[in-house]
Structure formats: C-alpha cells, structure tokens
C-alpha cells in the first residue's frame, strides 16, 4: 500500500474512532441519570444536569489549548493525551461517592474528551485528501457514539447491577487506543504556515466566520437541549408495546435515530465536497427548524420518524460546519480556530444548554425544551443566511477564483 494511503487510512481510523468515543463518555450520563441519582441521597434531575454540565464546560474550554498546542506540536501527541485523559475521567467518575467527587470525574471526562474536536479535524482537514467526506464519514461515528452511548450505559449497568462499571468499563479500550495511536504513522505535524499568501482566507472571510461561529453557538445550545432530553422524549412520546409491533424496544429507540443521523452527516459530507457551502447550509438549517418543532409534539410512530428526520439534518450541518471552516481559514489556524469553535458550541452553548434543559422539563414539560430548541435552530438559520449574503473576495474556498459580482452557489 502507497505510504501516503496508509497515512491516510490511520488518520481516518484513529479519528472515526476517537469521535465516537468522544459522544459515548460525554453523554453517557444521560440514559442513567435515575441510577446515578439514588447512589447520591438528594440529588434530584435538575441538580445532575447541573454537575452533568461541567463536563459539557470543560469539554468547551479545554479547546481553544488543546487546539493551540496542536498548532504547536502536532496533532498525534494530542490525540493520544484524549485517549488517557478521557479513561481517566470516567474511572475517577466511576470510583465517586461524594457529589465532589463525581464532579470531579465530570470535569476530567470534559477535559479529556475537549482535546478530540479541534485535533482530529485540524488533522483531517490537512492530512485527508477529501476532507468533505472524510469529515462526512468521521461524523458518522460521532452520531454512533451518540446512539451508543445510552445503550452501553443502560446495557453495562443491567448486565453488572451497578451504573459504575458504564464509566469505568470503557476506560479500558480508550487505553488500548492511545498505545496503538503511539505506534502509528499519522504523518507528524502537517501544518503550513499561516502567513503564506496561498493558504490565507479568501477577503471578508472573517466576518464570514464570525457570523458562521456565532451560528454554530445557537446551534451548541439547541443540540444539547434536544441531545440531552431526547431519550427521554422518546420513550414518553412512543407507544412501545405498538411500535413497530413491540419489536424495537425503548432503548433502542434512540439509536435509531442516531444512526439515521449519522447518515445525514455521511450525505452532507458528499453534497459539501465540490461546494463552497455556505448556501447547503442554510438549506439543511431551514429543513432543521420545523422538524424539531415536531419532535416535541408528536407521538409513536410518527415521533420515530420526524425525531429520525430532524436528526438526519441536525447531523448535517455537522461536516458542512466543519468545512466551512477549514476552507476560510489557513492551514496553520486550523487547530485554534476549531478550537475557538467548541468552545462556543460546547462550552457555552452545550454547557448552558444541558443545564437549561433540566430547568425547563422540570418547569414545563419535554415538549417545551424541543419548542425552545427551535428558537434557538432559527437564531442559527438566521446567521447562516447573514454568512451567505456576504460575498468573498479572491480564491474560492471550494475551488477556483471567487467573482464578487456574480457567485454562484449551491
């Protein structure tokens, strides 16, 4: 196999991997929050969204360094330091016996898993040849580790009696990960600098960025709203014993929809590869909006479908984000401009949207957190469309040379 392909081949394998991983530990909590309460006396649901968040913080912050040193040192290094950190976190989280202690684990399991995003995508966006569908596919094991995560929780704690082991048995491959990332070629530090002329943004590129970053803030707040309370919506708004004929069990129920999101980040991946993008974007935020709506009024079946409808396009604004980014920013920017990017999404949009997200169930009811979320999908649809009124100057970041007077996009 050529050199290059197997470089290629190991970023995309240690990444798809670690993307997964990375939604597996950060929302782990959400499918056992009845057990982790009773193990705690007092601590009731909006409490355990509270200390949940910290880790939704943690996994904000620690970005902007860990996307920094990547710039700096490499990206491998880093992934590897994600790894450990992140087997740390839900050990320590899987050892709690005092709420200190298990906000502690939280904190730890934020900033392991905070190093993941801006690393694994800086290295995919210049390390991958087709980084569109790269990212398209990398996003596809996010959303499994997303529809893993309450299944391996539910499932571990059935199977030893005891919530404990769904932290502390994961660990264990995360470790084994981290050794064999140390002895692969991943192709060192592939960072060009940020000051030559071919690899800068093209002209108004940071206005673009900016309004495109502050979408992708109201679009932290609303996926962590839907994130968290979906498994629960779920299994309140589907007739379990009808649903497709008592065959799919509550559980599963949110797989299903995971998955069929992960698809919509595979097909946005492939739509977004000969695109500039910004116009997909606000297309896929427009088809966002009303389905979320929906999800947090209907029942049974059809709350199967429209939650797998609004998942398919919630997950492919993903890779399309992802993109737009890589593609108005220089290759040496890369790690600190993800990093800038989680930071707003699950620092402060994610982080204050779990805990929101207990505060308005418990006040108003689960269908009220989907109506919110919604809003908070039109606040981003909104900085979408601004982002694509504004036309670039020089070299199109989808390929070839922008006209300001006329650019066509699809």
């Not at 530990?25 to 509270?50: C, K, N, V, W």
């Not at 949940?52 to 590897?80: C, M, N, T």
């Not at 966006?125 to 997303?146: C, D, E, Q, V, W």
Request: a neutral charge.
């Amino acid at each position: 196999m050529d050199n290059g392909k197997k470089i290629q081949r190991n970023i995309l394998l240690f990444t798809c991997i670690g993307h997964a991983m990375t939604h597996v530990y950060i929302h782990l909590f959400t499918a056992i929050q009845p057990e982790i309460r009773s193990s705690f006396d007092g601590l009731g649901a909006e409490e355990m969204t509270s200390l949940a968040s910290i880790s939704l913080v943690f996994f904000g912050v620690g970005a902007i360094p860990a996307g920094w040193l990547s710039d700096r040192y490499g990206e491998k290094p880093l992934l590897v330091a994600f790894f450990l950190l992140s087997a740390g976190g839900g050990a320590v989280t899987g050892f709690a016996y005092t709420t200190w202690q298990l906000a502690a684990g939280f904190a730890l399991i934020g900033l392991g898993t905070s190093i993941y995003h801006p690393v694994g995508l800086a290295l995919i966006s210049k390390g991958i040849s087709r980084p569109a569908k790269a990212m398209g596919i990398n996003g596809l094991f996010g959303s499994l580790g997303t529809a893993l995560s309450p299944l391996a929780a539910r499932q571990l704690t059935h199977w030893t009696g005891d919530w404990r082991w769904a932290f502390i048995g994961l660990a264990v491959p995360m470790i084994v990960m981290a050794f064999l990332l140390g002895f692969s070629d991943t192709g060192g530090k592939r960072t060009t600098d940020a000051t030559d002329e071919e690899n800068r943004a093209p002209g108004g590129g940071r206005s673009i960025v900016g309004l495109l970053l502050t979408a992708m803030l109201f679009g932290g707040i609303y996926y962590s709203l839907i994130i968290t309370m979906l498994p629960d919506r779920l299994a309140a708004g589907a007739d379990n014993s009808k649903l497709l004929g008592g065959i799919v069990g509550e559980g599963y129920l949110p797989f299903i929809v995971f998955f069929i999101g992960g698809l919509g980040q595979v097909a946005a991946g492939h739509w977004m590869e000969n695109r500039e993008g910004r116009g997909l974007y606000v297309i896929i935020l427009a088809g966002t909006v009303p389905l979320i709506y929906l999800s947090g009024m209907l029942d049974g079946m059809r709350l199967l479908i429209g939650a797998s409808a609004m998942a398919f396009f919630m997950f492919a604004v993903q890779p399309v984000e992802n993109t737009l980014l890589a593609r108005y920013t220089a290759p040496g920017m890369r790690g600190r401009i993800y990093g800038l990017k989680f930071i707003l999404t699950f620092g402060a949009g994610m982080g204050s949207g779990t805990a929101l997200s207990g505060w308005i169930s418990e006040g108003s009811g689960l269908e009220a957190v989907f109506t919110v979320a919604a809003c908070f999908a039109a606040a981003s649809l909104l900085m979408a469309t601004l982002a694509r009124a504004l036309k670039p100057r020089g070299k199109n970041p989808g390929g070839g040379e922008v006209d300001t007077a006329d650019k066509k996009e699809t």
